[in-house]
Nanobody, 113 residues
């Protein structure tokens, strides 16, 4: 089993920045990809960014050039640096591993206009 714990959400004005963190524990050797997802009210959960154990990153078009995902492969910790935030970035952000194999509890990000 793998446990994921997010931190770093909050309220920020449009144009501001936030940094989310995710820490994995348990059978971390089984993790081969970590990712951030978000779910806005009334919408489906969507993939925001991912990073493989080999360091390959992928971003949703809506966050490219604004968000940066990083991971410490040995410790299985992950961060998401979010800049130039927009109200449409509002939602609950979830840390995930192995594309839905494991989930964190989520952290709220609210961007005010």
């Amino acid at each position: 089993q793998v446990q994921l714990v997010e931190s770093g959400g909050g309220l920020v004005q449009a144009g501001g920045s936030l940094r989310l963190s995710c820490a994995a524990s348990g059978h971390i050797f089984s993790i081969w990809v970590m990712a951030w997802y978000r779910q806005a009210p009334g919408k489906q959960r969507e993939l925001v960014a991912s990073v493989t154990s080999g360091g390959t990153t992928n971003y949703a078009d809506s966050v490219k050039d604004r968000f940066t995902i990083r991971a410490d492969n040995a410790k299985k910790t992950m961060t998401l640096q979010m800049s130039s935030l927009k109200p449409e970035d509002t939602g609950v952000y979830f840390c995930g591993a192995n594309y839905g194999g494991y989930w964190g509890q989520g952290t709220q990000v609210t961007v005010s206009s």
